[in-house]
């Protein structure tokens, strides 16, 4: 079990040896934001928008498609995806699911639930995208103005914003922001283990490319059992299609994140008994090259600044991997960064604690969400199994004021349409940045 939200670790920035090679900016605030999944490409849209001069890197080699599974955009996230111009390309690649047909173990009958009236109960906005297809976009859309460094990482931070990169090249940056994930580096550089951080919500996810054999275009098909859940969906322009696997061992599993055929053996350990279509889901995933395996884990830390270091979405404030809505998170909290910054002409040490007060209750409601989603997703007994299927069908069936009423009161499915992001753009007074925002000694 983690700590409480409110420990805070000594940090641990150490000296980076190296020739510094200061990178010109022509006098304008150079940002290194580390990671180009979701919040990366989100922060460097808008600091480029407010006259910011950004570098982005990467681990992976490049930006093209690496599997992973659908995410979900709210309401705040939505909104700010349209003021950077991108609905319409969101839109055009949502996977359309609609309806969720689930069997339950030991039951004939299988119970559908209208995912669409579900997501329409938790937010008044809201877009399902494949992961990777939301990276492209955002990388398209920033691609011509930032500095995309591909296949490498942060390999040591200083406290004067030096940095040496793993590939051997040292730089100096004005600030310096973790958009790494859930396992970020640049956290453990300056924040020490991840361990110290992380609450472990009782469960496992996996994610994998199939064939679509059942020729799923807008409904997905599962099977929930005691502690477990599988299911597979596609969506409208994709050929292949994705397991995914939910499951709640009693106790941590010990894995090696990078030993892919090890996952691959624990996944069929839970899950080779299910009978039906599941033994022929887990054959694909021993042929697929990619995996998805991570442990649904929260990161609970009570600052995540320190110097002229931040960190962003996952890396910093995680609720749970599919349980928290953790990427409308990222894209708020990369929005409300880049805001704060510009407000403050890009002195960390005022727009800093500006960015963590903006998203404080945002974040602290998104973890309590994803505790109690993470007991709901994969019941714990029969009983429960039943009472999630059944009592998620029976809203969705109700007339759609009833069912809104219902859901948003006493629950925390409203989580996401009370958070209202600041128009920065107009605080600012967008269009803005010709000028740059000058650095902060
Ligand atoms: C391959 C992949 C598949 C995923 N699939 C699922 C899923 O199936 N279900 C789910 O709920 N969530 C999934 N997630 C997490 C989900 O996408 C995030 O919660 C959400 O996108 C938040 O965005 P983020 O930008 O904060 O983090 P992420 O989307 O995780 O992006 C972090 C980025 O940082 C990069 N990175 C990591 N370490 C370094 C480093 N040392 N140096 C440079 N770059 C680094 C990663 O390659 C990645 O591009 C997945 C993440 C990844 C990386």
Known sequence: MGPAPSSRLALQYRPVEGNWNDHDTGGVMNVLISGAGVAGPVLA?????????????????????????????????????????????????????????????????????????????????????????????????TRDDVEYLFGDSV?????????????????????????????????????????????????????????????????MLGITGVNRLVGVYSARHMADARAFFLFRPPAPLHYDRHDLPSQKHLLRAQFADLGGEVPKLLDQVDRSSSLYFDSITQLRMGSWSSGRVTLVG??????????????????????????????AGGDHRVAYPGYEQAMSTYVQRSRAFAITMARRLVPTNRAQAWAMTTGVKLITSLPAPVMHAISRRG??????????PRDYPSLIGLPRGDAGVQPQE
């Not at 992973?68 to 359309?96: C, K, N, Y």
């Not at 404030?317 to 409300?336: E, K």
């Open 45 to 141: 849209y808008w600091l480029c928008r407010y006259g910011f001069s950004v570098t982005v890197v990467e681990r992976a080699p490049t930006i093209l498609k690496a599997g992973g599974h659908a995410v979900d955009l709210f309401a705040p996230a939505m909104d700010i995806v349209e003021r950077m111009g991108l609905l319409e390309s969101v839109q055009e690649r949502q996977t359309g699911t609609e309806l969720f047909t689930v069997f339950r173990e030991g039951r004939t009958r299988p119970v559908t639930i209208d995912l669409r009236a579900l997501m329409a109960a938790i937010s008044r906005r809201h877009v399902e995208i494949m992961r990777d297809d939301l990276r492209e976009i955002l990388h398209g859309a």
């Open 314 to 343: 996952d890396a910093g404030y995680c609720p749970g991997p599919a349980v928290g809505g953790s990427t409308s998170l990222a894209v708020v909290g990369a929005y409300s960064l880049a805001g704060e910054l510009a407000l």
């Open 411 to 420: 629950t925390r499915l409203g989580l996401h349409d009370s958070f209202t």
């Open 155 to 219: 390999a040591a931070v200083s406290i004067d914003g030096k940095v040496r990169f793993e590939g051997g090249a040292t730089r100096r940056f004005d600030l310096i922001v973790g958009a790494d994930g859930l396992h970020s580096t640049v956290r453990r550089l300056v924040f020490g283990p991840e361990s110290v951080y992380t609450l472990w919500l009782g469960g496992y996810i996996a994610v994998a490319s199939v064939d679509n054999t059942y020729d799923l275009r807008n409904s």
